[in-house]
């Protein structure tokens, strides 16, 4: 009896997830800190309170990118042995990865998105469901922005991963390769975009909804290319 | 256990159980450690016991009772041509290398005789 | 059965394997000899499917060595577990994998070894972590089981508990244990097969008793005077 793709699959995301616990911790306390620092010293100053969410936001953003080049790191430590030798092929490695590592994307977001509506609650406890209701009739973008912002990390991560791959394959100046590889992946897949640009038509009422889903579709489909092109060289290509 | 890693192991195994039945240390109905114990107890790679085993139950040394184990099954006739078997192998070695370094059959015997003296000599 | 079909296999200039031609015969001890950097550890590494032939074939019950992870257990010579794991976790972890998976045997074989399953992968004794990757190893059902120089750097004692876990694990006619070591002496009773390789080539393969039977040497001997011969 063989075992279930989704049991390896969950063990493998686990595995994931608890590598990369370090990051979210990261992401936590310092949204945290800055949100009780925002609130205690410069409470009236708006603009300060904003940057401070923004810049908490770009560290959430940020870090499970960095975070990706775990990958390359099971070389160094010699666990890619124990990974190539499980019986699962590059999607299920490399999708647990994906996935885990947009896990650690929506946590982080998610807290400081709950940290800034704490604070500005905080701050404004008399207008707040004042400005919650006018902001209901944009929640749909809101959301189709917010799955870009995911499409457009998973896309990032793939490149990562794709050229961590190339860079593997070959016995030295492999940091050289990846890095060569990640800008012309970046550059390639860019060329490819704005000719796919070309093929759509968008017209009103709707236009930013539109614009929106749009490329969320464009950016999936680029990103799942490339992550498969790196599967495919993960179970074809790669030797130890 | 310590084997000669020059010799074949089965064979040294099948010694081992033919002196221990000539001292008397296993007699006939005895039960001896099945496969798999001795393997771990000696440790030997267990088809090499296995190996060891047939060849003592061809040689009617031991017989295999299934599900019970394996049992010497020797008796007073078939333990004096053991030994005698044992140690016509052990002369036939001595008087082959003894020939090997030059000594004649009449010139071993001498030698042996003189070796036997002195021995029993430092043995009082 | 494992087979060996004219294999070659190149890294960069350097020629690991060499028209290696071999058939691995199932429910046998068989014992990979060499020098360092004959061929071992690159042979052992195909049939786990880490790596590809050049030219040539390798089969594992006549499927290509990717398809049959499932039924390979295999132990490198490197440290190839998550140091932030403990004992349990990983044991957990790769359990999760295979069906061969027992945990009784896991269990029985944790205990014997003396190692306990809150015991850090990445702060213990390097003997000790040679007995946990021993452990996860054997704790499977697995028909193929591969050791890599599974003695190399390993005290006196240590070694001898991973011999004996070895011999206590394998069942006759059921599995095959491949061992590739350049320290013959240690395991001459554990092997039942031997193949000697040099520079990639099989220098001299045959039965361990039958050898020693014919040429009244031990195979440690017998490999020196393959791989004089071999030259």
Redesign the interface.
Known sequence: MAVKSITMFAALYKKQMRETLPEIVVVASVTVLIGLFVYFKLGSLLSAVAVAMVMVLGLASFLPLISSLRLGQEWNNNTIYLMMSLPVGGGMILGSRLTALLTQYILGTLIVGIVGMLLAFGMFPDDFGYYLKLSLPYWDEAFLLYLLTVMILAYFISISFFSQIIGKLVSRFSGLVTLVTFIGTLWLSGEAMSLLWGQVSIGPPDISTQLLAVSVGQITLVAAVIMTLAVLIYDRRVEL | MNFDAAQPIYRQIIDEFKKKIIRGELKKGDRIPSQREYAEMVRVNPNTVQRAYREMEVMQMVETVRGQGTFVVVDQAGLASIKEDMAKSILTYFVTEMNSLGYSDQDLAKALEQYLRSKEAVDQ | MIEFKQVKKY??TVRALDNFQAELPSG??IGLFGPNGAGKSTAL?MI?????PNRGQVLVDGLDP?KT??R?A?L?E???????MTVGKAAN??G????DWDQEKYLGLLSYLCLDENMKIGKISKGQRAKVKLLLTLSRRSSYLLLDEPLSGIDLLTR?EI??SV??D?R?GEQTIIISTHEI?EI?????EVIFIQEGKIVLTGNA??L??ER??????IMKEAMRSGR
Do not use: C, Q
Not at chain 3, 48 to 52: C, K
Not at chain 3, 96 to 99: A, D, E, K
Not at chain 3, 216 to 221: A, D, G, H, K
């Open positions: 890294f960069g046998r001890v590494k786990a499917g880490l790596n590809r990717r992870r499932d390979v295999y490198p490197i440290d190839h577990l998550y140091p932030w972890f790769i999760t994998f295979y069906s001898e011999i004996n011999i206590r394998y006759e002496g001459e009773g554990l092997v039942d008793e039958d020693r039977e009244n040497m031990s195979l440690v001997e």
